[in-house]
């Protein structure tokens, strides 16, 4: 096994046990969970610090969610590819939130450069708005706005039906969201002050 596929085997195995436990977690557990010896850990990652950061730059390559929302059905009506898109995304921010939180209770000195951290986020997230933005112009006849402005608003609305500090009774599913989206939360015309 190449250096690279033995990293990201690691990864593999031990992100959700980070995404459970956060930091706290130590290295024998993640060497368990990996099926290897501990040391092998360390002779891919210097220390769980290192683990955890490439955990968390794993998870925000927008590869995954490429790959995922590509392969959604296009037979299936504008509300249902939605909705698959909403649980991509959804699942993404819960794992990568619990990851930042797991990496932001790490010692200070641990961090990387936060400018070249920022420009990689960003890289990132323009990345998924474009995937789904290609989606949504595939349906261009049926929005209102233009599809990368839809994208934007689906983007924030899954963001925060997700957020952490969101009470679990609080938070709309995927399809309250997508009906939100696409319908509006009133049942009243919508009115602007260009039309008063």
Known sequence: ????????????????????????????????AAGVAEGTIYSVFPDKHSLIIAAVRASLDPAAVQAAVGNIDRTQTLQLQLQDAATILADRIERVMALFDALRSLPEHSHHDGSHARHFVAQTEAAVTETLTELLDTHREELSIEPVRAAAAFRGLIFAIRHPMLPPDQRLTVEEAVTILMSGITNRPVTTKTDS
Do not use: F
């Open 1 to 32: 096994m190449s250096p690279e596929d033995r990293q990201q085997a690691i990864l593999d195995a031990v992100t959700p046990l980070i995404v459970e436990r956060g930091a706290s977690v130590t290295t024998s557990e993640m060497a368990r």
